[in-house]
């Protein structure tokens, strides 16, 4: 088999990679280690910048979106009694949108099935080759038949975990990365949401976060320990400590119900320095995490493939020295975005947890920031601005 493009990874950020090669015309193929329904069963994060919005519109998958998703010009912070809603609309004249991840992959797969692009799904013992070389290959087993697919470039879109950056020579990669404390426990319910936008909340017993996915479904989380397990949480005693830590007016009109998932998730910051080896690309979760405080993951790899797209369909459409210059810019430009959400998530996570281990002067600085915050529009501002998406490098 042959492709320009191989895409490994059939996650959002592989998918919508491939939705935008085809609206330019060029060619690929994914290939997937996991199964259709795996994918589906991921839930992630569910707040979309205009930019990825903006990306999905350019490649033809934002109908369901508009028809579904809620638009949300702003969100609640709360401390110690207080309350401050940060109005994106007022701030920045931007909003973002509510819609979940896993809608984001249903529709993106519907979309490849419409146009007809090959995805390889149950793909095993995945192995990508020759990156440094001109002719840079993909390897696989399915059914025990070996398989060979033949490219221009590779993108890797496989994860945190997958085998396109581990493949990367470890004399040829930097990594940086910070691992958090605590994690967060996250309930998905068919509920409706306590409010009509997201409220984060640092209390004195941790962290909390009511989201949503839908006007029927929610989406909660609160602080807890590394050490902490799933079992140990009925669905009762979530509930019981989410209330704890909602404002009073919320937790009296909170609505409960079964929970459709329950999870604990460890927090960590991690970056990946180049996302180009030769012929190589890596973009989202297989170069750069994030912790989900600032909503930036999924939109973080929308913003990777959104350049990458471009540059590699610059690349196929004109002829000459300059037709590489924009995937030679590709590291460079993703990076800076990269790290500047980085901060952010880091900033907003270190702002709204719980760090006994910072001690008092510690708590002390945090509540200072969230009071200064609270009284200063600039902050608000500031605040606003990473919140809603920086916009993509020219």
Known sequence: MRTQVAIVGAGPAGLLLGA?????????????????????????????????????????VAARLHAEGLPH??????????????????????????????????????????????????????????????HPSVTWREGGVAHELQADFIVGCDGFHGVCRASVPAGAIQTFEKVYPFGWLGVLADVPPVAHELIYGNTERGFMLASMRSATRSRYYVQCSLDDKVENWS?????????????????????????????????????AEPMRFGRLFLAGDAAHIVPPTGAKGLNLAAGDVGLLSRALAEFYASSGPARSAGIDS?????????????????????????????GAFGARMQLAELDYLFTSDAAQRVVAENYVGLPLAA
């Not at 330019?24 to 193929?29: I, K, L, P």
């Not at 329904?37 to 903006?54: H, K, M, N, S």
């Not at 079964?258 to 970056?271: D, N, Q, T």
Request: glycine share 8%; net charge negative.
């Open 235 to 271: 669905d009762d005693a979530f509930w019981d400590e989410f209330r704890r830590r909602l404002p009073a007016d919320d937790a009296a009109r909170l609505v409960t119900g079964p929970s459709i998932e329950k999870s604990i998730a460890p927090l960590r910051s991690f970056v």
């Open 330 to 358: 590709y590291s460079q430009r993703a990076l800076a975005r990269v790290w500047k959400a980085e901060r952010f998530s880091w900033w907003f996570t270190s702002l709204m947890h719980q760090f006994p281990e910072n």
């Open 20 to 60: 935008l090669l085809h609206r330019h015309g060029v060619d690929n193929v994914i290939v997937e280690q996991r199964s259709p329904d795996y994918v589906l069963g991921r839930i992630r994060a569910g707040v979309l910048e205009q930019v990825t919005v903006g990306l999905l519109e350019e490649a033809g």
């Open 73 to 134: 010009s702003g969100f609640d912070m709360c401390f110690a009694g207080q309350r401050q809603r940060i109005d994106l609309q007022r701030l920045v004249g931007k909003h973002v949108t509510v819609y979940g991840q896993t809608e984001v992959t249903r529709d993106l797969m519907d979309h490849r099935t419409a146009i007809g692009r090959q995805t390889v799904y149950d793909a095993q013992d995945v192995a990508v080759h020759g990156f440094d070389s001109a």
